[in-house]
């Protein structure tokens, strides 16, 4: 997996490609982390280039979701595969995360 982000104000972007699984996850949870700690106040995931997310990754994901200071849904997520869709939809993430079609879309939401 390869992990491209930028940063847009307060909002997070990061546009993971190919596989989410256990030897990419610490680069993962240390790009949310230090997103964190400079203050990130929104994430968005953009898994258009996405093929797989393990349970490990959704865990990190869920985590960071914890951390951040508004539980008003400061996630989103743009670019679900049908496969990696239905482990969000298992895991109730879509509850409390917004699904957009593109990244413009989600950027705007957090404006």
């Known amino acids: ?41 929104n994430i968005i995931f953009d898994f258009t280039d996405l093929t797989y997310i393990s349970s490990d990754g959704l865990r990190i994901i869920l985590d960071a979701i914890k951390k951040l200071p508004s539980k008003d849904y400061p996630v989103a997520i743009v670019g679900m595969k049908p496969a990696v869709r239905s482990l969000f939809e298992v895991g109730g993430f879509l509850d409390v995360i917004n699904e957009f079609t593109n990244l413009d879309n989600a950027l705007s939401s957090f404006e």
């Open 1 to 41: 997996m390869s992990i491209h982000t930028f940063g847009r104000d307060n909002t997070f972007v990061i546009q993971p490609s190919g596989d989410m699984s256990k030897p990419s996850l610490l680069e993962l949870d240390a790009l949310l982390h230090t997103a964190l700690e400079e203050g990130m106040q």
